[in-house]
């Protein structure tokens, strides 16, 4: 099959994981037969630079009419002091919202190969943990309403606004029981029910969807919570699903637990659109353009748009072995704990597509 995937290489760290993440692609495609045609698209600090705006004209209609998008991460210190229009984050704030991808799959598991990299206790790394944060990706805080104005006499005010609709809630929920019924059929849906009313809503609406999906054993947990339940015992959770922002927190704190933030793949869905590739991770300006970055993250996500967008689950299955075996053969970027001399981003990169 021929494929037409949009690159969004980005900044910092992005355009180096990207680049591994093609090169991975191009192997599955030389050994299982297919072609692509790649449209390098332009966002993020990189567009701000060279065209003025992080969301140029036709970015947009460009991974419209992909078949899939890959991005690397946008942002860094350097547009850190833009108005908050001119960011780079608000363009993937902005692609995300126009392709409407609600849902935002983040695996966390622990890789056999990595329990030493885990920095939980070993009895709880020993048992290990797979685990699917469904992070809804297109409501809440994240796009409600922002002021900020001064006051007479208590100096500035800012206010963010947090909103959820029935829709919005339902179309997360369902993602989350039909994703559940393909694992281990069970959802833990995270709230903050106790303070917030769009979490009161929340919750009603996932109780009604629970009604309608009896094999899945249905529980709520509060966020702060889940925040450490997470580090007492991931292996409880199957699918977690959670409104926006706790699911951005929630995801980073699960991706230390597998051994790196470097590791941790997504894929953001919609009903009917393209879907878009990332790590979870974001420029990682500290290290940028020093070959010090681990594309597994990226290269797992370039799995997951075979899986989800491509419905090819073999090219997908064969992505993850040759990470597991670069794993498994002891293979480290500098992120991951381990002893010997870390590898390279691109050394990484040769060693994974050697291993398909
Ligand atoms: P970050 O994820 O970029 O970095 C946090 C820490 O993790 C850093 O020490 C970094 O070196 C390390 N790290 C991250 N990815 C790594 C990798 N692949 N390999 C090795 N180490 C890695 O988070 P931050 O520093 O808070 O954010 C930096 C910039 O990235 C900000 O501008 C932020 O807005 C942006 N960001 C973008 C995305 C995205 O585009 N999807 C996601 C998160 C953050
Ligand atoms: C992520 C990032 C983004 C988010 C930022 C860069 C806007 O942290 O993809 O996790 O908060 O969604
Ligand atoms: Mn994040």
Known sequence: ??????????????????????????????????????????????????????????????CQRADAV????????????????????????????????????????????????????????????????????????????????????????????????????ERIGRRAFELARLRRKKVVSVD????????????????????????????????DNCAMQLVRDPSFFDVLVTENMFGDILSDEASMLTGSIGLLPSASIGDRTPGLYEPIHGSAPDIAGQDKANPVAAILSAAMMFRYSFRLAGEAAAIEKAVDLALSSGCRTADMAGSGAPLGTREMGKIIRGNI
């Not at 599955?28 to 037969?33: I, T």
């Not at 009313?197 to 529980?219: G, N, Q």
């Open 1 to 62: 099959m021929n494929f037409k995937i949009a690159l969004i290489r980005g900044d910092g760290i992005g355009p180096e994981v990207v680049e591994e993440a093609v090169g991975v692609l191009e192997t599955v495609g030389a050994r299982f037969g297919h072609s692509y045609e790649w449209i390098d698209v332009l966002m993020g600090g990189c567009a701000y630079d060279a065209k003025g705006t992080p969301y140029p004209e036709g970015t947009k209609e460009a």
């Open 70 to 169: 890959l991005l690397g991460a946008v942002g860094g210190p350097k547009w850190d002091n833009l108005p908050p229009a001119l960011r780079p984050e608000k363009a993937l704030l902005a692609i995300r919202s126009d392709l409407g991808l609600y849902a935002n799959l983040r695996p966390a598991a622990l890789r056999p190969a990595l329990k030493a990299a885990c920095p939980l206790r070993s009895d709880i790394a020993d048992k290990g943990f797979d685990l699917m944060l469904l992070r809804e990706l297109t409501g809440g805080i994240y796009f409600g309403e922002r002021k900020r104005y001064q006051t007479e006499d208590r100096g500035e005010e800012a206010s963010d606004l947090m909103k959820y609709s029935e829709m919005e809630i």
């Open 192 to 223: 903050k029910a106790n303070v917030l009313e769009t979490s009161r809503l929340w919750r009603a609406v996932m109780h009604r969807l629970a009604a309608e999906y009896p094999d899945v054993a249905y529980s709520d947990m509060l966020v």
